[in-house]
């Protein structure tokens, strides 16, 4: 079993920044995409940012300049370094993950979601 830990959401005012961390956990032969997503209330779920194992990234023209997304393969962790945050960034967010366990079976699995919320 695949576990997808996430940490870093929290109250942040215009303008400021947090950092989101998600760590895979389990029998993880390898680990392809990740990425975060996130979704606000009464919205669709939309992408933020994803990373390949290579380090090939994309990013939402509304995070694009702000919003960095990066991984440590050794750890299993994927990182969100977001900053200049305004309030319409405000959304929980879900940590993605399409790897292969040491059975050879393919999952793409959702972290639990941390709540990101921005006020002044």
């Known amino acids: 079993q695949v576990q997808l830990v996430e940490s870093g959401g929290g109250l942040v005012q215009p303008g400021g920044s947090l950092r989101l961390s998600c760590a895979a956990s389990?029998?993880?032969?390898?680990?392809?995409?990740m990425g975060w997503y996130r979704q606000a209330p009464g919205k669709q779920r939309e992408l933020v940012a994803a990373i390949t194992s290579g380090g090939i990234t994309n990013y939402a023209g509304s995070v694009k300049g702000r919003f960095a997304i990066s991984r440590d393969n050794a750890k299993n962790t994927v990182y969100l370094q977001m900053n200049s945050l305004k309030p319409e960034d405000t959304a929980v967010y879900l940590c993605?993950?399409?790897?292969?366990?040491?059975?050879?079976?393919?999952?793409?699995?959702w972290g639990q979601g941390t709540q990101v919320t921005v006020t002044s």
């Open positions: 389990g029998s993880i032969l390898t680990i392809n995409a």
């Open positions: 993605n993950a399409r790897f292969v366990t040491t059975r050879w079976e393919h999952y793409d699995s």
